[in-house]
């Protein structure tokens, strides 16, 4: 695997594999220059092609071994950092606990990320992305109101708790953990929880509630789908287009466009009836037509666009938005650097033997290893 480039670059990480938030977070710290070195364990399953795995180097290891434990305690001693998503206790029960590995190297940033967090009454249970956003409030605020006029939570796939309130904020914490060290700390462990995550996401929620300008329902407030001027419509050709004109000036254009008077912007004893005006008036035209009347003014409009349009819009094709990887479309590394720019994915590389001869393993202990199967 060619050296990364990045804003992290000299940055080493050990990942403990898992599923969703934790892998989101490594290939986040990888896509901007860490190496990231993943342990994956025996009978260990991801997706082929898994964007969550690329750009690392991996090793399989038997962790109910205890040379298989003394190899990645091995691997520890070398790293900046280390990133694990199992349930509280499980690392502790292996022998790679925090308190094991900072006693290694006391430099060392652990970051632990988990769906109720390492402590309270409900850490020990199990629990999904929708539950912990439940939890939060969050859940919430996201969904429609129904023909009683009363918000129906909607589970938006597991992007707000997994990712967002959980992988993101890991990798965040990661970094700053690591600069901490940078700059003379002591390494020490974090604990990421996707509750805790996931109400940080509603921060902006939570303001307009205490200013009064939420309504504690879903599918019933000016940026969740109540308001007819934000919110989703299907065209003529069974297609959707999604319009965002919050601002006055932005409304008037809008209306101007489609052709309706741009009054009662913020009269809500009007939304039922604008929304239904503007789903005749998108209804009576294609996708694409509107697209040549809307897209790219500021009437603040965009096409809905499926997974397999994405990548073929202009737009996103000028910016690189999407890549290939070994025949698999993916999202690019983001954001952008302009003096340190990430380098291209690549596959993961499965890497044992270079990396147990990097901690000086002689041959002989490497094929012993192999042989034993603790390293498949």
Not at 173 to 195: P, Y
């Amino acid at each position: 695997m060619r050296a990364m480039s990045g804003p992290l670059s000299g940055i080493r990480i050990l990942e403990m594999a898992g599923l969703g938030p934790a892998p989101f977070c490594g290939m986040m710290l990888a896509d901007h220059g860490a190496e990231v070195i993943r342990i994956e364990r025996q009978g260990g399953w991801r997706l082929p092609g898994d964007p969550l795995a690329r750009s690392r180097r991996t090793v399989t290891v038997d962790l109910k071994h205890p040379d298989g434990v003394a190899l990645v305690r091995d691997l520890a001693k070398s790293c900046d950092g280390l990133i694990e998503g199992y349930r509280p206790g499980v690392m502790e029960r292996l022998g790679l606990g925090p308190d094991s590995l900072l006693a290694d190297n006391p430099k060392l940033v652990y970051g632990r990320m988990t769906g109720w967090g390492q402590t309270g009454p409900l850490a020990g249970a199990a629990g999904h992305d929708i539950n912990y956003i439940a939890l939060s409030g969050t859940l919430h605020t996201i969904g429609r109101a129904d023909e009683n006029g009363r918000g129906r939570p909607s589970p938006p796939v597991n992007y707000v708790g997994d990712f967002g309130g959980g992988g993101m904020m890991l990798a965040f914490a990661m970094v700053s953990a690591l600069l901490a060290v940078r700059g003379g700390g002591a390494g020490q462990a974090i604990d990421c929880a996707m509750t805790d995550g996931s109400a940080l996401l509603a921060s902006l929620t939570w303001g307009l509630s205490a200013a009064g300008l939420w309504e504690d329902q879903a599918g019933v407030n000016r940026i969740d789908g109540g308001s007819p001027y934000y919110d989703t419509y299907e065209t003529k050709d069974g297609k959707w287009v999604a319009v965002g004109a919050i601002e006055p000036q932005f409304y008037a254009l809008l209306c101007d466009k489609v052709g309706i008077a741009a009054e009662g912007q913020d009269d809500r004893a009007a939304w039922a009836d604008r929304k239904q005006r503007l789903a005749a008036l998108f209804a009576a035209r294609t996708r694409d037509q509107w697209c040549a009347l809307l897209e790219g003014t500021d009437a603040c409009f965009a096409p809905v666009l499926s997974l397999a349009e994405a990548p073929k819009h202009p737009h996103n094709k000028a910016r690189g938005t999407f890549i290939q990887l070994d025949g698999v479309t993916q999202p690019a590394p983001a954001p952008r650097y302009s003096e340190t720019p990430n380098a291209s994915p690549q596959a993961p590389l499965a890497d044992a033997d270079a990396l147990l001869a990097e901690l000086g393993y002689a041959p002989e202990r490497i094929a012993a290893l192999r042989a034993s199967g603790i390293v498949a």
